[in-house]
């Protein structure tokens, strides 16, 4: 096993072990695999709740609370309210059967801030328990085996002796039995049901055979109760009141809800068995204890107060009448009994750890790794981290591990009370009264312990472990900073309530720390005085004296020492809270704004749709209007091909709407990027001017374009965004100038070059309506026209300035107006473009539309000579292209997918299909795809037919993805006519 330990660890640090990162990343849906049967589920519960400290508590802390009597009702009282407790984690493994227990259910119903508290403190009772288990080996080796392991180095820590040995003991144990856990599921099982059978088999033959043995009666048994003057409720209450001490664990088994392999509902009874025996178990041994009395004892009430001065046997009272009891094999049965409660709680506490820690890592409170799931289903992870840090553990001593052990009680209360509460809250949201009532009661006993342990059971809690739980309290603080500042979805930090309450823990143990502390040394300071006295002699009045001084010297340095301490914590814990509180206003503030921002995009989509409604409506309505008028009147060929023309244009001013929506989307989306290319300038200019040349002659507007400013006429950028602002610019200076009117664009370059980079302005003006003050200072808003009687029967869109702004933006220039009403309009442009290395070369003909289209004119095609293959999985889409196509000569085949077209051109000759206009949207297969197959076909001519994308799919993303799968061209619909025959003529030509 050792070196099965070692291959372990080696394999982790070389990558190997199944723990590589593809496993690190597919761990989630790995998951916990299930293997647990009833029966294990019982001695997973019971022998988390019985272990050492059974056999040792009703010698140091039942009997002298209580007496034999006033434990065993206490400890039956205590089974029946863990019953209650335990009522309420039934309802809610039920209604969450998953991992991770009460941090689950907290988590699902308070939120994650409550969630983090709660699997704070009960991730260091698990494991508290586990140390204090290994470590209880040690005692039993002292006890029983005498010095058999006292070899090595040897020091002392807080007057308890380490010794190299024994530590070597507790570390063989934890390895042994956490390995068999990671890589043995079902040995653990099985070893963990054996175990629980032994144990509580074990205790049940000790009780018989001692109870055989014994003799006088129920006088041995008297008093009933403690001695003390104390009112024999107040005893039992005592007892009670340790219940969540003497049960924590049998809860243990709501973190492996996952893993049960019979129905949920029947944990109840599981429960209830495991409570049942645990409470006898307790009940036998605290009355093995007093079943004999050894000789000098009047009866157990003086034997128990002896046994601090005792050694060996007589100092574990059950052990000592087991012996008594039994004869020579008594040690052996004990061994065997107590080594099985010890393992039992070694074996199901580090199970329950693991899942708890794999459901904190599932819930981002941990890192990722945490929920590693190994091969066999288990969070192998989570159960090496706790491996690792137990094996340093038994070099602290006992002395210090009984400190943390004693926290596991306030741990174990705060668990409690959150899972009663969830109880309480989820069933009165669904009405269940029963689990409404045992919630409340639950929750009501938790506060009740919780307040008993910390205020007012003096001796119950160590000096020491109030300041390990502030401690641990200000740790919870410092990791709950680190998981909040990585917490990316926000799921922390909304409950201020939780960590008010953590830090009033923090201030309150500190409080009572310093109390109990002041109380010790004030005792001691005592003692040591009137020990003093005792031993004074007459002439030793000086030497009085300055003992005195001594000793009240040591208690003010101890009192100084003391209250720095606290002011550390106090002052630590109110830094970190008010660290994290800022953060939380910071994000509140943050949430405020998105709100707003939420509110005002929630108000400009309202009025975006609204403005969209309006401007889709607008042409819709003409064109449903016309071809209503069309359909139902009698009109000659001159009112139709005059409807006709009238739906056209509204048809393109709807796709120029559509366009201008969807590259708004594009701009905010962030999706919109820049293409340079080589551009001359002065050509750009000239092709625009060319454009709009005859538009504005037939309104009789001077048209001016005078590029003769610019020096360096070759430059990289974008020609199609520059013509998109060219066009927009101009297209509205025309539609605002009236007749008779002046349109200038003039291009200046106003710097010399600098870097590389020329400096140009660019201005548009017009003598058109111009614009109020009021608009011009929103005119680059989206959807934004000016509503005035002059241009109310202007089309457009609202988005043509807004689009040219942003393309403006993108290219690094400003674009400003200048404009009042009835004086025009001049807006100027100020950007820059890297100047090309070596003007001479640049063509300026990238995009370009006036020669490509020259010189498609000049070719002549015969299109009645050749056969096309049309894809379109849409019919009416089929039969509009089939007709246009026709119109032209084409012989048309027609095919609805790409898998249809793919398979038709395979099975073809060559020369058959002269082109195929492809679809790209298509089911069964896209035109990509189909496109891709046919240029892999073994027939290179085939293979090489050409193939133009006919698609809606339109953005120049779009495009370049058409020729990097292998078409030869793109064609945007809708479809326009001309344009398809341009393509063509260049695709066949």
């Not at 002011?567 to 943050?590: D, W």
């Amino acid at each position: 096993m050792k070196s099965l330990f070692y291959s372990v660890i080696i394999d982790l640090l070389r990558g190997k072990g199944k723990i590589q990162l593809e496993k690190f990343e597919n761990s989630e849906g790995t998951g916990l695999e299930k293997y647990l049967s009833p029966i294990s589920v019982w001695a997973l519960s019971f022998g988390c709740a019985v272990g050492w400290g059974a056999f040792v508590m009703p010698g140091t802390t039942f009997l002298p609370i209580a007496g034999p009597l006033g434990t065993a009702l206490g400890i039956a009282i205590g089974a029946v309210v863990m019953l209650i407790i335990g009522m309420n984690y039934h309802y809610l493994m039920n209604r969450y059967p998953n991992s991770g227990g009460a941090l689950t259910y907290t988590i699902k119903t308070f939120g994650y801030d409550h969630g983090f508290l709660n699997s704070w403190f009960l991730v260091l009772v698990y494991v508290a328990i586990v140390w204090a288990n290994a470590t209880a080996l040690v005692l039993i080796g002292r006890n029983l085996l005498g010095d058999v392991f006292q070899f090595g180095f040897h020091y002392k820590i807080l007057d308890y002796d380490v010794y190299f040995g024994e530590a070597l003991l507790s570390i063989v144990f934890i390895v042994v039995f956490g390995c068999i856990c990671i890589f043995g599921k079902q040995i653990a099982r099985v070893l963990q049901t054996i175990f629980a059978l032994i144990l509580f088999g074990g205790i049940v033959v000790c009780f018989v055979m001692v109870m055989s043995k014994h003799e006088g009666g129920l006088g041995t048994f008297s008093p009933a109760f403690a001695n003390g003057g104390r009112h024999p409720f107040s005893q039992i209450f005592g007892i009670v009141a340790l219940a969540p001490w003497a049960f924590v664990g049998f809860e243990s088994v709501s973190h492996s809800v996952e893993e049960f392999k019979f129905p949920v509902k029947k944990t109840i009874f599981l429960i209830l068995a495991a409570l049942v025996t645990s409470a006898l178990s307790y009940i036998m041994l605290s009355e093995i204890a007093v079943a004999f009395i050894p000789a000098g004892y009047d009866n157990w009430s003086s034997y128990i107060d002896d046994i601090g001065n005792l050694n060996g046997l007589k100092s574990l009272p059950v052990f000592y009448n087991t012996s008594y009891a039994v004869g020579r094999y008594a040690l052996v049965l004990m061994v065997t009994t107590v080594l099985s409660g010890i393992l039992t709680g070694l074996i199901g506490h580090f199970i329950a750890a693991s899942r708890l820690i794999y459901a904190m890592s599932k819930e981002k409170i941990l890192p990722k790794w945490f929920s590693v799931v190994n091969k066999h289903g288990v969070p192998q992870n989570a159960m090496l981290f706790l491996m690792v840090v137990s094996v340093f553990i038994p070099f602290f001593g006992r002395t210090a591990i009984g400190w943390i052990v004693d926290v596991t009680t306030i741990g174990a209360t705060i668990v409690y009370g959150y899972t009663s509460a969830v109880a309480y809250v989820l069933s009165k949201r669904r009405g269940d009264k029963r689990t409404r009532i045992t919630g409340l009661i639950g929750l009501i006993v938790s506060i009740g312990f919780f307040i008993y342990f910390m205020a007012f059971s003096a001796g119950a809690m160590s000096t020491e472990s109030y300041l390990i739980l502030a401690i641990w309290g200000i740790l919870g603080f410092v990791y709950f900073r680190y998981v909040f500042s990585k917490d990316t979805e926000k799921r922390f930090g909304k409950s201020t309530v939780v960590w008010l309450g953590l830090l009033f823990l923090i201030f309150f143990t500190s409080l009572m720390w310093v109390r109990q502390a002041t109380n010790n040394m004030t005792n001691k300071v005592v003692t040591n005085i009137s020990n003093h006295y005792e031993t004074l002699y007459l002439d030793s009045v000086g030497e009085t004296d300055e003992y005195l001084d001594a000793q009240m010297n040591a208690a003010n340095h101890l009192m100084t020492r003391n209250s720095i301490i606290q002011m550390v914590i106090i002052v630590a814990g109110l830094g970190i809270m008010f660290n994290i509180y800022t953060i939380m206003s910071k994000r509140e503030k943050a949430l405020e704004v998105e709100k707003v921002k939420a509110e005002e995009n929630s108000k400009a989509k309202t009025i975006f749709l609204s403005n969209m409604s309006h401007d889709i409506r607008t042409p819709m309505n003409a064109i449903i209007g016309y071809i209503n008028i069309a359909e139902h009147e009698e009109n000659g060929e001159k009112e139709l091909r005059e409807y006709l023309g009238k739906i056209k244009n509204s048809s393109h001013h709807l796709l120029a709407l559509i366009n201008d929506v969807l590259e708004m989307s594009r701009i905010e989306s962030g999706r919109m990027d820049l293409e340079p290319i080589e551009v001359d300038l002065k050509k750009t200019l000239d092709e625009v001017k060319d454009m709009f040349a005859s538009q504005m002659e037939r309104k009789n507007i001077d048209f001016i374009v005078d590029a003769s400013h610019i020096r360096n006429r070759y430059v990289y950028c974008d020609k199609n965004r520059l013509n998109r602002v060219l066009l927009n610019l101009i297209s509205n200076a025309y539609k605002f100038t009236p007749e008779d009117g002046v349109v200038s664009v003039t291009a200046w370059e106003i710097n010399d070059a600098q870097d590389g980079y020329g400096r140009y302005e660019l201005r548009v003006k017009d003598s058109g309506i111009g614009m109020s003050e009021e608009f011009a200072a929103k005119v680059f808003d989206a959807f934004e026209r000016e509503r005035t009687s002059t241009v109310s029967g202007i089309q457009g869109t609202g988005l043509g300035m807004a689009i040219t702004k942003n393309i403006i933006d993108l290219m690094g220039g400003t674009i400003e107006v200048n404009t009042a009403p009835d004086c025009g309009t001049e807006f100027v442009i100020k950007v820059k473009f890297k100047l090309l290395d070596k003007p001479e070369e640049a063509s300026g003909e990238a995009g370009g539309t006036a020669e490509t289209v020259g010189s498609n004119e000049e070719k002549n095609i015969d299109f009645s000579k050749m056969r096309l293959l049309l894809v379109d999985d849409m019919e009416i889409n089929r039969e509009i292209a089939e007709m246009l196509l026709e119109e032209l000569g084409f012989t048309i085949e027609t095919a609805e997918n790409g898998k249809e077209a793919l398979d038709k051109v395979a099975a073809s000759t060559p020369g058959y299909y002269d082109v195929v206009l492809m679809d790209i949207q298509m089911p069964v297969m896209d035109g990509y795809t189909a496109t891709e197959n046919i240029r892999k076909l073994d027939n290179n001519k085939l293979a090489n037919i050409p193939i133009v994308a006919m698609t809606a799919n339109a953005f120049s993303e779009d495009v370049k993805k058409a020729k990097d799968t292998g078409m030869n061209a793109h064609i945007a619909k809708p479809i326009d006519i001309d344009n398809v025959v341009n393509t063509l003529k260049d695709v066949l030509g």
